[in-house]
């Protein structure tokens, strides 16, 4: 069918109808989304209470290589850009970040509480995350 | 327990079993994470062609204002951070526009084809991803 410079056609019920039945899918997937990375930051946030508490390091190089490399390929299997998924890593990653700085800073008095991080269970891009940096 | 200086006591194995638990989960999340959003991108595509194919608009910002509203609420609801969940959905947004880009390059003898966008679909942080601006 031809189309003439993108001019609205949506008179067509049916297709509004497909438009709709696909947002719903996009907007099914977004509430999944949404759920898995607030129940990823409990995790995480587990992790940095464990490792404040047994005065574990924050960072583990070998873990997050480990993360990208098998993220990288479960995008592959998925068709899923690899770098996206890393991209992915790294945004989700600055947002545990965020946690802990903040969270630090609501318990400056109990420095042990606050100790991060979890980061190197997300991805590499927090090499930095080391406690004399949250703040 | 007092912790003195973040100095590992990892010789626990209870302990790194209980973090390798964690570490578990958030590998599997990760994984969900990855499978979701490679299937959002087949949907967000399949939008895209049926605007192409129908010349709606690329964008439909009452629509992009729900999504946003939405998101912000279940992540209320999920306890996550609103302001991340409107981050998130900026950042698969980008990868979105990406994504119609290379498309756009891909097949520039069939422009009908190559129309965005599904942009509208994501967040209202697309307002420029009109078929003139994707080259």
């Known amino acids: 069918?031809?189309?003439?410079?993108n001019r609205p056609v949506a008179a067509d019920p049916s297709v509004l109808e497909?438009?709709?039945g696909?947002?719903?899918s996009?907007?099914?997937?977004?509430?999944?989304?949404?759920?898995?990375?607030?129940e990823r930051f409990k995790f995480t946030q587990q992790v940095g209470r464990?490792?404040?508490?047994?005065?574990?390091?924050?960072?583990d190089p070998q873990r997050e290589v480990e993360q990208i490399q098998r993220l990288r390929a479960l995008a592959e299997d998925s068709h899923l850009d690899p770098a996206f998924a890393e991209k992915f890593l790294t945004f989700v990653i600055a947002e545990v970040i965020h946690h802990h700085e903040r969270l630090a800073g609501e318990v400056v008095d109990e420095p042990q509480e606050t100790w991060p991080d979890g980061a190197s269970?997300?991805?590499?891009?927090?090499?930095?995350a080391s406690p004399p940096d949250i703040s």
């Open 26 to 38: 996009i907007d099914n997937i977004d509430a999944a989304l949404v759920h898995l990375l607030a």
């Open 1 to 5: 069918m031809a189309v003439e410079e």
């Open 50 to 59: 464990l490792k404040a508490v047994y005065g574990l390091p924050p960072a």
């Open 22 to 24: 696909i947002r719903r």
């Open 18 to 20: 497909e438009l709709q």
């Open 121 to 128: 269970d997300v991805t590499a891009a927090a090499p930095d």
